[in-house]
């Protein structure tokens, strides 16, 4: 390609509202343009990046045994309602009519469809496993659009679909898939990990979510280094490594007037912040027979950690979570929130405290009285024991729960997620199959998305420095650029360039020319913005002693002198190397 042939429109500064860094980049280096919040127009540089993940996804999809298809956008509202999230799904599920007043939905995601596919063409065993996919646009109406390509409206998507015929050979499909998965991400050039994941609205019962590794990224990791252990913090096993101490206090009511904070309760009785309980008021709202109930949960985490809601949500019996209100606290304790605590409370009342506060001995907590706390308050003496579960977030230093080491905290994009659904879908939209014996069963699902144009967002999150982007060889929009020196006024330049461009073209190198008419600081600028990862500047003097300058741009291969006659073969041996790394 040629610069004086291409759509090249890049911008000295970055849109006001572009917040961070891979937003204000992209729109710098003329990959994106804003159509209206959250929907973008993906420019001819940004799509030929967009096109690479494609390519790499498909090869790898293929690879594994899913066939590619394509699904409508447009998809009709009798499906969700079968599946029953019409209702579940939320505002971010765009709803029209058209013009026969009939509803629909733009697909946010396609279980639906693809299920009702599979039910109307898959009647027997001999027709699984069936691993579908597609690389489309979906739309999710975000409440806060935000951050470019990271979270927009309008995305582009891989999304698959497995269909087995049991659970076991659905978890073998789903390993298949969790390689696949790996092989893509390290073809793409990126630092990541996989992390045991929530199931989230999608529903299942397993989970993994690939993370590329950046500072910006809005999801915090669990990790250990010394082993491969990973979860989102939200499902992070939380391990408590000590037994409960003897009792060595006595039960003592303190004062502590307007101090409710377990920092400040800490530093005013002189203890340390690790022997306070903090207690979180949860209701659990129930619908039955007699109508709707609601308990109340104590929930009672150390007073240096977080309480997990998602981890409390699954305990049994908790159907529908939320934080009590204070007027349902008032009335249960009979204070209000900061001085809470377990001592004397009600038997309605249902108390679990995590496993670290289940081995605490002599610690300090709310007398469910304003402005007092309780001192050296021991389990099994001062009030019964509790029901113990995990219920916290995960800390830097806790142990791993492979036990191989401490968990370390990262943040994370979320640029991959594969689910088991088991039945899910299946099950709701009758999708069944005669099995050997000629009897229905339903059919085992699996789903595996990859946000494409995300990834474009999150390696540029992983990969840039104060002058622009630094893209991994296989998704750079171009491998390498040329550079002449004065390309219109030099007839030597000018045939070398065009000779070296036409050789590496044959080589099957993705280069482009840069034969405009603009200075050689103004090429520079514009190149090293865009990121492409090999630069070759080509001058009169230079080329008079038979010589060009050869350049990385991720500082690998420092500025250097090669031979004219060498430097084909050395790009076409970098972009090789990259491409079988």
């Not at 003897?246 to 101090?259: F, Y």
Request: glycine content about 8%; some cysteine; hydrophobic content about 40%.
């Amino acid at each position: 390609m040629r610069a004086s042939q291409f759509f090249l429109n890049t911008l000295k500064e970055a849109p006001a509202d572009a917040e961070i860094v891979s937003h204000q980049l992209m729109m710098r280096a003329g990959m994106i343009k804003k159509l209206a919040g959250g929907i973008y127009t993906y420019m001819p540089m940004g799509l030929r990046s967009i096109r690479k993940v494609e390519q790499i996804v498909r090869e790898e999809m293929n690879r594994a045994g899913a066939i590619e298809l394509l699904m409508p956008a447009v998809q009709p509202a009798e499906l969700w309602q079968e599946s029953g999230r019409w209702e579940k799904y939320g505002p971010e599920l765009l709803r029209l009519k058209d013009r026969h007043q009939r509803d629909f939905v733009i697909g946010p995601t396609h279980e639906e469809v693809i299920t009702d596919v599979v039910r109307k063409e898959v009647k027997s065993y001999r027709q699984l496993p069936l691993n579908l996919y597609q690389i489309q646009s979906k739309f999710r109406d975000e409440i806060r659009p935000r951050f470019g390509v990271m979270r927009g409206r309008e995305f582009i998507m891989k999304d698959a679909y497995s269909f087995d015929r049991n659970q076991e050979a659905a978890l073998k499909t789903y390993d298949i898939m969790y390689e696949a998965y790996q092989r893509i991400f390290t073809r793409l050039g990126l630092n990541f990990r996989a992390v045991a994941a929530d199931t989230g609205s999608i529903g299942g019962n397993r989970s993994h979510e690939f993370h590329v590794i950046a500072d910006t990224g809005e999801d915090a990791i669990a990790y250990c280094p010394a082993s491969d252990y990973a979860a989102n913090v939200e499902l992070a096993e939380a391990v408590c490594n000590f037994s409960r101490p003897d009792a060595t206090q006595n039960l003592q009511k303190v004062s502590t007037p307007n101090v409710t904070a377990c920092v400040d309760v800490a530093s005013l009785l002189g203890c340390e912040l690790n022997k306070t309980v903090k207690s979180v008021v949860f209701a659990n709202r129930t619908e039955t027979e007699e109508g709707v109930m609601v308990q109340l949960i104590l929930a009672l985490v150390r007073g240096d950690h977080e309480v997990n809601d998602i981890k409390l949500g699954k305990l049994a019996g908790v159907v529908e979570l939320s934080l009590a209100s204070d007027e349902q606290i008032q009335a249960a304790f009979g204070c209000t929130p900061g001085y809470l605590g377990p001592v004397g409370v009600s038997s309605q009342i249902r108390v679990v405290a995590d496993r670290t506060v289940a081995a605490m001995g002599d610690f300090v907590c709310g007398a469910n009285e304003a402005h007092f706390h309780l001192k050296g308050v021991n389990w099994g003496r001062d009030l019964p024991e509790p029901e113990v579960a995990d219920i916290r977030n995960v800390v830097e230093g806790d142990v791993s729960p492979d036990g191989k080491g401490t968990l370390a905290i990262c943040r994370g994009i979320e640029v991959g997620h594969v689910f088991y659904l088991g039945t899910k879908y299946s099950k709701a939209l009758q999708a069944t199959f005669l099995d050997e014996t000629g009897k229905p069963a339903v059919i085992e699902m699996g789903c595996y998305g990859i946000g494409v144009t995300r990834i474009l967002g999150a390696a540029i999150e992983q990969n840039f420095d104060d002058r622009g982007i630094v893209w991994p060889m296989s998704i750079a929009p171009f491998e390498a650029v040329l550079c002449p020196i004065g390309y219109k006024k030099s007839e030597m330049v000018r045939e070398a360039a065009d000779t070296l461009y036409s050789a590496l073209k044959a080589a099957g190198v993705d280069v482009m020319l840069d034969d405009r008419d603009e200075r050689p600081g103004v090429m520079f600028a514009d190149w090293e913005l865009i990121g492409v990862p090999l630069r070759v500047t080509l001058g009169d003097r230079g080329l008079k002693e038979g010589k060009v300058e050869f350049q990385s741009r991720d500082g690998r291969i420092e500025k250097c002198d090669l031979a004219l006659s060498e430097v084909a073969a050395r790009i076409v041996k970098e972009t090789k190397e990259s491409v079988d790394a």
